[in-house]
């Protein structure tokens, strides 16, 4: 089984500041079938990247993506008080679709 | 619009079983792979099975594998889960998505194995 491990476990920021979040794979994710969600409280998750660096339909252009094989890079510029929130990666290349733990991005 | 309705959910004793049902619509239920994904309360999100768009192909994570048994109804645009063999380890919110990844996500139905 791929384990995702994110980092860091919280991040503190401001409204405007840039966020830099990380998923990190134990073994090469195959076709970078990595994707990463936002999920609220109370809320179920919404998809926001897929295949790596694609935005799902809808998601703002201040989220962005990268990475390949074993590392992977959630960026988020210019925050906005609604992006405060977990954020997980997921891995959908091979079975089982592992999750990442998640990471909370908090106001500071 | 996309809509994925989950139910099914409750109170049930370990060792019990509980099938639950997501009711899809707003899109053609047979052209997507469809998945379960739990989440323990407070906790992150689990993978838990999914299946093809004709059911010839299913999936499931070690931690449910022999005790749980995803299907789906392509004439009813339906997806179901059978759990059987429950354990307390098994209470979470338990959420229907559409894709591989999951672009489309349910409400989630909470189940909770508990005595």
Redesign the interface.
């Known amino acids: 089984?791929i384990v995702l491990t994110q980092s860091p476990g919280t991040l503190s920021l401001s409204p405007g500041e840039r966020a830099t979040l990380s998923c990190r794979a134990s073994q090469s994710v195959s076709s970078n079938?990595l994707?990463w969600?936002q999920?609220k409280p109370g809320q179920?998750?919404?998809?926001l990247i897929?295949g790596a660096s694609s935005r799902?339909?809808g998601i703002p252009g201040r989220f962005s993506g990268s990475g390949s094989e074993t590392d992977f890079t959630l960026t988020i510029t210019s925050l906005e008080p609604e992006d405060f929130a977990v954020y997980?990666c997921?891995q959908?290349g091979r079975?089982?679709?592992?999750?990442?733990?998640?990471t909370k991005l908090d106001i500071k | 619009q996309v809509q994925l309705v989950e139910s099914g959910g409750g109170l049930v004793k370990p060792g019990g079983s509980l099938r639950l049902s997501c009711a899809a619509s707003g899109f053609t239920f047979s052209d997507y792979y469809m998945?379960w994904i739990r989440q323990a309360p407070g906790k992150?999100?689990?993978?838990v099975s999914?299946i093809s768009t004709t059911s010839s192909f299913t999936?499931?994570?070690?931690s449910v594998k022999g005790r749980f048994t995803i299907s789906r109804d392509n004439a009813k645009n339906s997806l179901y889960l059978q759990m059987n063999s429950l354990r307390a380890e098994d209470t979470a919110v338990y959420?229907c998505t559409r894709g591989?990844?999951?672009?489309?996500?349910?409400?989630?139905t909470l189940v909770t194995v508990s005595s």
């Open positions: 089984e079938s994707a969600y999920q179920a998750p919404r998809l897929y799902a339909t997980f997921q959908y079975s089982p679709h592992t999750f990442g733990q998640g | 998945n992150g999100l689990e993978w999914y999936n499931y994570a070690d959420y591989l990844p999951s672009g489309y996500w349910g409400q989630g």
